[in-house]
């Protein structure tokens, strides 16, 4: 099955850091273009961050800039998102997506949580 | 930043009716408009991209419409399991890409 499973979510403390990954299966991770969308609790979605099929392209929300990093490796077939400074705000559920003309494939979410 | 507003917030409707969702664009994206479903727990699955092509898998009842700044969703004769959140998001002028805020589709 084609799919993309998100992992590295959790409890951090406000100006902490974390580590999301994304794994893909069943699909040449190396051709696509790759977004990070997260969702906070009871809201709406909010695109994060874009990674081209080699990694040298990226773009962030505003909201995010300076303080997360997206990059990937295709030999292991992952998306990696680094998030430095985090405040309450961003406690939400993050989501990798595969980006065919549109958001074609989602992963299940991984929940971080900045509380103190 | 385009900015996608969605309306209605909320639709009540019954099994068996039909629903009309509205996405309107702050400047013209083409057609380069999609449609996600999402549930409760579950993360969005695309319905419709470029306006009006339904993704793989997704029944005849749903279907897009529009170009430049105006699109609807219409889902023909709504079924139990299609009681849900609809979002649309844009990807004709970017970075970034963005979403509108949601249609409620819930029973009546």
């Known amino acids: 099955e084609v799919q993309l499973v998100e992992s590295g979510g959790g409890l951090v403390q406000p100006g902490g850091s974390l580590r999301l990954s994304c794994e893909a299966s069943?699909?040449?991770?190396?051709?696509?273009?790759i977004h990070w969308v997260r969702q906070a609790p009871g809201k709406g979605l909010e695109w994060l961050s874009y990674?081209?099929?080699?990694?040298?392209?990226?773009y962030y929300a505003d909201s995010v800039k300076g303080r997360f990093t997206i990059s990937r490796d295709n030999s292991k077939k992952s998306l990696y998102l680094q998030m430095n400074s985090l405040r309450a705000e961003d406690t939400a559920v993050y989501y990798c997506?595969?980006?065919?003309?549109?958001?074609?494939?989602w992963g299940q979410g991984t929940l971080v949580t900045v509380s103190s | 930043e385009i900015v996608l507003t969605q309306s209605p917030a909320t639709l009540s409707l019954s099994p068996g009716e039909r629903a009309t969702l509205s996405c309107r664009a702050s400047q013209s994206v083409n057609t380069y408009l999609a449609w996600y479903q999402q549930k409760p727990g579950q993360a969005p699955r695309l319905l419709i991209y470029?306006?009006?092509n339904r993704a793989s898998g997704i029944p005849a009842r749903f279907s897009g419409s529009g170009s430049g700044t105006d699109f609807t969703l219409t889902i023909s004769t709504l079924e139990p399991e299609d009681f849900a959140v609809y979002y649309c998001?844009?990807?004709?002028?970017?970075?970034?890409?963005?979403f509108g805020q949601g249609t409620k589709v819930e029973i009546k």
């Open positions: 990674i081209n099929t080699r990694g040298t392209t990226v």
């Open positions: 998001q844009q990807s004709g002028n970017w970075p970034p890409w963005t």
């Open positions: 470029d306006a009006s």
């Open positions: 997506a595969r980006d065919v003309r549109a958001f074609d494939i």
């Open positions: 069943e699909f040449t991770f190396s051709n696509y273009e």
